[in-house]
């Protein structure tokens, strides 16, 4: 149905958010008919023109893929607390639930405050609805700066968590329960969540490679990041795999610090390592994911310089379609960090 995305796009626009995409210039036009890589025949031809910025309200996440169509019933919310909040709903003709909340942070207020309150809202909207949360993306503005000497990255963490312990999705134990995600940076100036639901249920992958981020140690911040390195949602006709932003990291320290070819590899050895079977299997899955199975990827790229080797590795190894983006990653390390979404037919 051609404009579902237009659609979607047009409902944004309903809560007044501006539009915040640039486009960074680069002279990284590619020769028509340049193979993709050494392994790969070409995929499509393409014509690049430049890396444009991440933004909160441009990234279309694949929505058609998720059964986001024309029959979106799109809802805005006054939400709980304060007018600067904006609360966007959408439910998708397959019964799940894609909500969007952005805030503003006031002169008084940390980021901190910001992310606890937008995340106790997140967990109100959904409090009614039998489903589980699947994946969520967290764009941060000005990620890597610091407020009153503490990173926003860490003060992000800070309010996720505290709001997580308090209103978060636990199991029948009592044990928090996170979904995939992605925390990144963006142009634009407001804090902004976009989580997806389902009536469905979900099984959680951990990456044997890295330790889970809920335990990551206090030199990555005074209070961890809350996330599962990939969700899967069982729907009774397929099965829908999203890997949260994945980097090198290793443990939970950064891998080959400098260099962005190698950080690309080791990011997509995180990724294989992660959805095969064994992993799969281990983690109460029967099945496994490759990364030839991929539908759709999104590659952030910290430095505009990058975007050609980065590109040229990933090419070696995936051919399903690629946003690039220019982005911040949480870490000062961390040059490459990606993320992906596939599906398997259960018959
Ligand atoms: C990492 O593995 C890299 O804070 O929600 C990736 C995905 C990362 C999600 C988040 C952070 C987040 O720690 C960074």
């Known amino acids: 149905m051609p404009g579902s995305s237009c659609r979607y796009r047009r409902c944004a626009g309903v809560v007044s958010l501006p539009l915040g995409a640039r486009i960074a210039r680069m002279n990284t036009q590619m020769p028509v008919g ?29 929505l058609e893929l998720h059964g986001a169509t024309s029959h979106l019933h799109c809802e805005h919310l006054p939400t709980p607390s304060s007018g600067h909040d904006k609360v966007l709903i959408h439910e998708t003709s397959e019964g799940d639930t894609w909500l969007q909340i952005a805030r503003h942070q006031t002169g008084d207020e940390s980021l901190d405050d910001v ?59 009592g044990q928090l329960l996170f979904p995939a995600a992605t925390g990144i940076g963006t142009v634009e100036s407001f804090f902004f969540i976009r989580a997806l639901f389902s009536p469905h249920s979900v099984i959680r992958l951990q990456n044997p490679r890295q330790i889970s981020p809920d335990k990551y140690s206090r030199k990555y911040g005074p209070l961890p990041p809350v996330f599962s390195r990939a969700s899967i949602l069982l729907k009774p006709e397929r099965h829908q795999l999203f890997v949260s932003g994945t980097a090198s990291i290793v443990g939970e320290d950064a891998t080959y610090i400098g260099n962005p070819v190698l950080q690309t590899e080791e990011s997509l ?58 982005a911040d990653i949480c870490r000062e390390d961390l040059l490459v960090e990606m993320e992906c979404i596939s599906g398997r037919h259960t018959s």
């Open 269 to 326: 050895t995180n990724i294989r390592q992660l959805i095969d079977g064994d992993n799969c299997r281990r983690c109460g899955y029967e099945g496994e994911f490759t990364l030839d199975d991929m539908k759709s990827m999104h590659v952030y790229v910290k430095r505009a310089e990058h975007f050609d080797c980065v590109r040229k590795t990933i090419q070696n190894h995936v051919r399903c379609p690629i946003t690039y983006k220019r």
């Open 34 to 62: 340049e193979p993709g890589g050494e392994n790969l025949e070409p995929r499509r031809r393409e014509s690049v023109l430049g890396l444009v910025e991440n933004s909160a309200i441009d990234s279309s996440v694949d």
């Open 115 to 173: 992310v606890f309150a937008s995340y106790r809202d997140l967990f109100s909207c959904i409090k009614d609805k039998v489903g589980s949360l699947v994946r969520i993306w967290n764009y941060i503005p000005r990620i890597l700066s610091k407020d009153k000497s503490v990173i926003r990255y860490h003060r992000f963490n800070i309010g996720r968590k505290k709001a997580w312990e308090m209103f978060g999705p636990k199991n029948a134990d």
